[in-house]
């Protein structure tokens, strides 16, 4: 059988993506259509899918272009095609206390300990939650990474959780905070002049404009994929809201983060900086 690239798997993704549950023992999964069959045929357990992944250091992946967590890359049979699968990791101080278990929120918590029998939906999980806006949006077309499965470990019923969250490996990203480090900028902006950071703060609104807050725009989360088109990454903390409602807040938000991004990497940006921020702005149309 020839393989498939991953030209052909992306465009049969985005004309059939959509998903069903499976159950690793303890674990749920919310796996896309199309890996089913190798699900089916090679993976039994938990223990199966990590023991066919290999880890970031181990295949050169660069962690930074995959947002924050323990990295792995997932090989798919009968096809040059693979699957990231990023653990779920907090950042901050809090990681030091707690770096991987997450609860419900207050509401949803209440009503699991005191109706244990009460459905749960998916989104009040981060793993499924993630997996389900990359679902939306890539659907309409927006440049973020196709979804390939959300794996969740409950504890306590469901109060407590675990979990990861895979996507089909865009090849040859390059991640832009590493850009800017290299001092790479220029080139990518080039003689023509691109208006980049006016791209990608049209893509925040576009993104504001589906429904999806995505609360942590930084520089470490835009790749540029081998033509140099914009992708935008790491939907962890991703949450929805109501088109058109709440723009200017959100978006004000937004503006916010990316300004304390280039902030933290004034001195590599340079000249630059005032340019990120002011043709930013200029792209989210607040």
Request: charged residues 25%; hydrophobic residues 40%.
């Amino acid at each position: 059988m020839k393989p498939r690239s991953s030209a052909e798997m992306a465009i049969e993704q985005r004309e059939t993506l959509h998903f069903s549950e499976l159950s690793l023992g303890v674990c749920q999964i919310m796996l896309e259509a199309g890996l089913r069959p190798f699900f089916d045929q090679y993976i039994r357990s938990e223990a199966d899918l990590f023991e066919r992944c290999a880890s970031a250091g181990a295949t050169g992946l660069d962690e930074t272009a995959a947002g924050r967590g323990g990295l792995f890359r997932l090989s798919v049979p009968n096809s040059d095609a693979a699957v990231l699968l990023r653990e779920n990791r907090r950042g901050g101080v809090i990681r030091f206390l707690n770096e991987k278990r997450y609860c419900l929120g207050l509401a949803a918590a209440f009503r699991k300990l005191f109706s244990p029998s009460r459905f749960t939906p998916a989104v009040e999980y981060r793993p499924f939650c993630e997996v389900s806006i990359l679902g939306q949006l890539y659907r309409r077309g927006l440049p973020v990474p196709a979804p390939a499965f959300a794996l969740l470990r409950p504890r306590l019923g469901g109060v407590l959780y675990s979990g990861a969250v895979a996507t089909w490996e865009i090849p040859h990203v390059r991640n832009l905070l590493k850009i800017v480090q290299r001092n790479e900028l220029p080139e990518v902006i080039g003689q023509d002049d691109r208006e980049l950071f006016f791209e990608i703060g049209s893509l925040a609104r576009r993104v504001l404009e589906e429904g999806v807050y995505h609360s942590d725009f930084h520089l470490g989360n835009i790749l540029l994929d081998g033509d140099e088109r914009l992708v935008l990454i790491d939907f962890d903390k991703a949450e929805y809201i109501e088109p058109g409602n709440g723009l200017r807040h959100f978006g004000g938000l937004i503006l916010q983060r990316w300004e304390r991004s280039l902030d933290r990497h004034a001195t590599a940006l340079g000249d630059l900086k005032e340019r990120a921020l002011a043709d930013f702005r200029r792209g989210l149309a607040l």
